[in-house]
């Protein structure tokens, strides 16, 4: 990495970011990666760039969204390896998953840049409604991943049945939350909608009134025009 990170460190800082996969490749850390990282999938390009970061024992690390492609197993073991390795580093967690910033002192919960949550995970639970949706949601994919393959069926079936509810659940109360802060935005445009259908009906009628109003009748006469 230029460096002067010997290659013990280095193997080390990819078991803390799961990335053991790094001794399985030919040639190990010399092994030769495709434009753009294209011999990785997408888990194993983050974890080697989790590695890259922590291989510099920095005093601060900033994540973005850094355990998007990964599974919930992996993640939590990648945030325990974190928590157990780095405690002397101030670490930044940008995350869409709750169980990523679970043990976080501080958490900021925003939508639309906008904070409507600050707290730690048991605090915004209470507080935080929102927070509280997300959490219920994601959970329950997470346990579902996580489901032995001998579980029986019916208990599967169920807890895909409970998760799909929290889906639907909070999809609909966000969608009410945007109703209610554009609603006379949304109340124009139905109105406009409501016109331009009427308009499309009647305009064709009121067209030929008005032709059969400039066309001559049957007794009209014209006179030569005369230069």
Same mark, same amino acid.
């Given at each position: 990495?230029?460096?002067?990170?010997?290659?013990?460190?280095?193997?080390?800082?990819?078991?803390?970011?799961?990335?053991?996969?790094?001794?399985?490749?030919?040639?190990?850390?010399?092994?030769?990666?495709?434009?753009?990282?294209?011999?990785?999938?997408?888990?194993?390009?983050?974890r080697?760039?989790?590695?890259?970061?922590?291989?510099?024992?920095?005093?601060?690390?900033?994540?973005?969204?850094?355990?998007s492609?990964?599974? #919930? =197993?992996?993640?939590? %073991? *990648?945030?325990? +390896? !974190?928590?157990?390795?780095?405690?002397?580093?101030?670490? &930044?967690?940008?995350?869409q998953?709750?169980?990523?910033i679970?043990?976080?002192?501080h958490?900021?919960?925003?939508?639309?840049?906008r904070?409507?949550?600050?707290?730690?995970?048991?605090?915004?639970?209470?507080?935080?409604?929102d927070?509280r949706?997300?959490?219920?949601?994601?959970?329950?994919e997470?346990?579902?991943?996580?489901?032995?393959?001998?579980?029986?069926?019916?208990?599967?079936?169920?807890?895909?049945?409970?998760?799909?509810?929290?889906?639907?659940?909070?999809?609909l109360?966000?969608?009410?939350?945007?109703?209610?802060? #554009? =609603?006379?935005?949304? %109340? *124009?445009?139905? +109105? !406009?909608?409501?016109?331009?259908?009427?308009?499309?009906? &009647?305009?064709?009628?009121?067209?030929?009134?008005?032709?059969?109003?400039?066309?001559?009748?049957?007794?009209?006469?014209?006179?030569p025009?005369?230069?």
């Amino acid at each position: 990495f230029g460096r002067g990170i010997s290659d013990e460190d280095l193997l080390i800082a990819a078991k803390f970011a799961q990335a053991d996969f790094i001794e399985t490749k030919e040639g190990g850390l010399s092994h030769m990666l495709t434009a753009k990282g294209s011999n990785l999938s997408g888990g194993q390009k983050q974890r080697l760039l989790i590695a890259r970061a922590l291989a510099g024992k920095p005093e601060i690390l900033v994540l973005d969204d850094c355990s998007s492609a990964l599974d #919930y =197993k992996t993640d939590k %073991a *990648l945030r325990s +390896a !974190l928590r157990q390795n780095f405690r002397d580093t101030t670490t &930044i967690i940008v995350a869409q998953r709750i169980s990523s910033i679970l043990h976080a002192d501080h958490i900021l919960v925003l939508d639309s840049g906008r904070v409507i949550g600050a707290g730690t995970h048991e605090t915004l639970l209470e507080t935080c409604p929102d927070y509280r949706e997300i959490y219920d949601v994601q959970m329950g994919e997470s346990m579902e991943q996580n489901q032995n393959a001998n579980q029986p069926s019916t208990a599967l079936h169920s807890l895909r049945g409970e998760g799909q509810k929290l889906k639907k659940t909070y999809i609909l109360r966000r969608l009410w939350r945007y109703f209610k802060k #554009y =609603k006379w935005l949304l %109340a *124009l445009a139905i +109105a !406009l909608t409501i016109v331009s259908n009427i308009l499309a009906l &009647i305009g064709p009628k009121l067209s030929g009134l008005a032709i059969d109003a400039i066309e001559p009748g049957p007794g009209h006469v014209d006179f030569p025009t005369v230069f």
